[in-house]
């Protein structure tokens, strides 16, 4: 079955840090990647995807992924964190046995920045 | 101005009562999906279509229902049937583009509240 597990529920992160959110992915095939962020209260929006190509995709927001295929993990970083940057994010897989857009939601990691 | 409005924002049912909330999109898009969010458990799939006239359950379609007779369109009713309603609603379109894996844009969400 195809799958998506982001490991940390909660990222606490100091404003101009470095910041990683996790994600690591159960696909049969190549995956079909992408990263969601939601405000409180607000729809998901979309900062970036992977398909083929660089392992190194970037997004929206100053936010970028990097593509593991050895570790199958597809982790969401951003070199200095900002306050506005606390949000919930989710990372997805498409889900292949679809012949729609059909993708996969994890869980979810609330990330924290303060001040 | 392109994108998908939802409506209403906050919704309030009363037990035993259906409800139908409202998902419209000027993007064009031919795949249209309907989503539950619960806290802690990220979203979850209701519907989808792919086509006007034409939709499929997703994994928690018991209790709801819904109709695509425009593209853009798209309205879910939940129904007396569905034991557990209150939550946060997403409503998602997508393109679909032959050979590309096209991310999903998201509506505001609407809040069901059931008394």
């Known amino acids: 079955a195809q799958s998506v597990a982001q490991p940390e529920d909660q990222v606490n992160v100091a404003e101009g840090n470095p910041l990683t959110v996790k994600c690591t992915y159960s696909?049969?095939?190549?995956?079909?990647l992408f990263w969601y962020v939601q405000y409180p209260n607000r729809g998901l929006q979309f900062l970036l995807k992977?398909?083929?190509?660089?392992?190194l995709v970037k997004g929206s927001y100053g936010f970028e992924a990097e593509f593991n295929k050895s570790q199958t993990s597809f982790h969401l970083k951003k070199p200095s964190a900002l306050v506005s940057d606390s949000a919930l994010y989710f990372c997805?897989?498409?889900?292949?046995?679809?012949?729609?857009?059909?993708?996969?939601f994890g869980s979810g990691t609330r990330l924290s920045i303060r001040p | 101005d392109g994108g998908i409005t939802q409506s209403p924002k906050y919704l309030f049912r009363k037990e035993g009562q259906n409800v139908t909330l409202s998902c419209e999109q000027n993007?064009?898009?031919?795949?249209m999906y309907w989503y539950r969010q619960d806290p802690g458990q990220g979203l979850r799939l209701i519907y989808y279509?792919?086509?006007?006239?034409?939709?499929q359950k997703g994994d928690i379609a018991e209790g709801y229902s819904v109709s695509r007779e425009k593209k853009e369109s798209f309205p879910l009713t939940v129904t007396s049937a569905q034991k557990n309603p209150t939550a946060f609603y997403l409503c998602?379109?997508?393109?679909?583009?032959?050979?590309?894996?096209?991310?999903?844009?998201f509506g505001p969400g609407t809040r069901l509240t059931v008394l």
């Open positions: 993007l064009n898009h031919d795949a």
């Open positions: 998602a379109s997508s393109a679909l583009t032959s050979g590309a894996y096209n991310e999903q844009f």
């Open positions: 279509s792919q086509i006007v006239n034409d939709f």
């Open positions: 992977y398909i083929t190509g660089d392992n």
């Open positions: 696909v049969s095939g190549n995956p079909y």
């Open positions: 997805a897989v498409r889900d292949i046995y679809s012949s729609a857009s059909k993708i996969i």
